[in-house]
């Protein structure tokens, strides 16, 4: 199967890895990434391993010589020789509207036959209210352990 992304090196770019993974002071995983490189290396001195090669070299798996040899086409070298960046898009539920809502409700009396509000009763409520489409009984919890004290 011919290969999407082909890591080409020059020279200047050959040195900079070999002195990563020959340097005594250098993260582990960089090291490990600049030794992936150096074997996926379709350049003049480059050995051109398959993937499955490499990663069992190096110890990773095959996938992710994939993903360091692809950031390295896309991204450049610097790039490839990090770890890659989470991404995580978590936006809130509530914002300081819906929060003061769940605060004052959760501060008044519960529904008839119970002696306190729930987190699942109070994410039902908010839901029935039209605050928010859809909660989580943890996302109640952090709100409300936040706003400890207006609670207290």
């Not at 250098?26 to 391993?49: N, S, T």
């Amino acid at each position: 199967m011919r290969k999407r992304y082909v890591v080409k090196l020059t020279q200047a770019e050959r040195e900079q890895l070999e002195g990563l993974v020959n340097k005594g002071k250098v993260a582990a995983y960089r090291r490990k990434h600049a030794q992936v490189l150096l074997l996926v290396d379709e350049g003049k001195q480059g050995p051109a391993f398959f993937d499955k090669d490499a990663a069992e070299r190096t110890g990773f798996s095959r996938r992710t010589v994939e993903q360091i040899r692809e950031r390295c086409v896309t991204e450049g070298l610097d790039s490839a020789l990090e770890r890659k960046k989470r991404c995580r898009n978590r936006s809130q539920k509530l914002d300081g509207d819906g929060e003061a809502r769940l605060v004052s409700l959760a501060c008044s009396d519960a529904p008839e036959g119970y002696g306190h509000w729930s987190l699942h009763m109070l994410a039902n409520k908010l839901v029935e209210l039209d605050v928010v489409d859809s909660i989580s009984h943890e996302c109640i919890r952090q709100v409300l352990k936040k706003h400890h004290q207006t609670l207290a």
